[in-house]
């Protein structure tokens, strides 16, 4: 590795640590876990993933999506249960990466991408206004006053150093320069040690203390499979997003299988579950880093923090970080998008404000479902709409049918309505050179036809039907000439 290159990656690393201690043990409060739970997670997934995932730069950690998904069990059920939960949805990813199913994130339109990065960003917005608040009450007076002009302060460093140096990573200098101003000045501001302690020791191996049996099976299971899914879905999301920055092409079902790995360490050693982050990962590259060993010093920087630094790394203002998240809120934030609006079909821009509403206040996991089904129905209409048929008559008196188009459940009525079998005469030839028969409704109203003229007296015959056509009339016990 060149001087150079490992310089950036150590440095992106280094700002990137920072940005997920506030995370991490956010979400661990927000899933009613110790943050020691959520740092160690951060730890052995983001370590892992770098070191033999599919997407270098690419930084993963314990994700709020994740968090959200498993309060319920933590409540109900205890700390105990979430770490199986954690092994078994760690199985499970792995178990997509083997089958080599990662590639389904083609499936994954790009309005509907667009949607999820918006939403997240907005997800990312959202969440640093909660520093904002003592307790249940928003900050008022001269608290409210410095805690904005600090992280004010803070995103002006991150905006405006690039365009005097490109040395060191903005984020690090505006983190560790708005540090040191409130140090130097003890300025009287809320610091990450006011979230919470981080000094601890190692994670220990400790399978989870519960009965291995078909009931904690039936407990675990459903919020494993959410997990999971959830895990998948943020993390391909955000390789496919990773691709597009850096121009490069990461390996989807290496990543999956890395991520189910590291959460199975992780649920091993105590730590929560997790998958890829995007504003996380966003900073790195913007800070420079783009090989693994910038997501291996940010794991590894953590655990540092926990064991050595916890007083130093306790008394970084809260406002540093959440300026640093604004920034990445709006680098992350698809502007693009907003000016396409009159540009592209309507159906794309309502799947984009669809998928956005729908990520910010539901889940991720059901926005990009939902994104899909719109996108599908819609390209089912379209694609239904445009078959059509050429008819002419023949010399000897017969009728030629030349049908363009694709033949599938949501076109089966258009193709029916371009036949007449009543008024038509005796001979009727179907020419299919340029019609595509895709599912089993397709063979059927080939079917419903022939009996259409059978019933009427006259003879349909069909021609041109391609090789692929044709073993799926004969697999479906259908005649054709």
Request: proline share 4%.
């Amino acid at each position: 590795m060149k001087p150079i290159r490992l310089r950036a990656d150590v440095l992106a690393g280094l700002t990137t640590s920072f940005a997920l201690l506030p995370e991490c043990i956010a979400f661990a409060l927000v899933a009613h876990l110790n943050p020691l739970m959520g740092l160690y997670g951060a730890f052995i997934i983001c370590t892992l993933t770098a070191l033999f995932g599919g997407r270098p730069g690419m930084v993963s950690g314990a994700a709020g999506s994740m968090a959200v998904v498993i309060v319920a069990l933590v409540v109900q059920h205890g700390v105990q249960y979430l770490l199986a939960t954690v092994l078994l949805g760690g199985l499970i990813m792995m178990a997509f990466g083997l089958l080599r199913l990662g590639k389904l994130v083609r499936m994954v339109p790009h309005p509907v991408m667009l949607g999820f990065v918006n939403g997240l960003a907005i997800i990312i917005a959202l969440a640093q206004l909660e520093h904002f608040k003592s307790g249940e009450h928003w900050l008022s007076g001269t608290p409210l006053y410095l805690m904005t002009g600090l992280v004010l302060l803070t995103m002006a460093i991150v905006y405006i150093l690039p365009r005097l140096t490109k040395a060191v990573p903005p984020a690090l200098v505006a983190i560790l320069g708005v540090g040191l101003l409130v140090y130097l000045f003890g300025l009287p501001t809320r610091t990450l040690g006011d979230m919470a302690h981080i000094a601890g020791g190692l994670p220990t191996f400790a399978l989870p203390d519960i009965a291995w049996n078909f009931e904690t099976l039936r407990i675990i299971a459903p919020y494993a499979i959410l997990m999971a899914m959830v895990g998948l879905l943020e993390t391909l999301l955000t390789l496919n997003l990773t691709d597009e920055i850096t121009e490069t092409r990461g390996y989807p079902d290496r990543e999956c299988v890395a991520l189910g790995a590291a959460n199975m360490v992780s649920g091993a050693f105590g730590g929560m579950g997790g998958c890829a982050m995007i504003g996380q990962t966003v900073i790195n590259l913007s800070s420079g880093g783009r090989g693994r060993l910038s997501g291996v010093v940010a794991g590894a920087l953590i655990l540092l923090f926990i064991l050595f630094l916890s007083p130093l790394i306790e008394r970084i203002p809260l406002a540093a970080l959440v300026g640093v998240m604004f920034v990445v809120s709006q680098q992350t934030f698809a502007w693009a998008s907003l000016r396409v609006i009159n540009k592209v079909p309507l159906h794309d821009v309502l799947v984009i404000i669809a998928v956005t509403t729908i990520t910010v206040f539901t889940d991720l996991a059901t926005a990009v479902l939902c994104g899909i089904i719109i996108a599908a129905l819609n390209f089912a209409w379209q694609q239904a709409r445009e078959l059509y048929a050429d008819e002419h008559l023949e010399a000897d008196g017969s009728k030629l049918y030349r049908l363009h188009g694709t033949l599938f459940f949501a076109s089966t009525t258009p193709f029916l309505n371009q036949f007449d079998p009543a008024n038509d005469p005796a001979k009727v030839t179907l020419d299919c050179r340029h019609l595509s028969f895709v599912d089993y409704s397709a063979i059927a109203a080939l079917k419903t036809l022939r009996e259409r003229y059978a019933k009427a007296g006259k003879q349909l015959q069909v021609f041109h039907l391609s090789e692929r056509c044709k073993k799926l009339l004969k697999r479906a016990g259908v005649a054709h000439d």
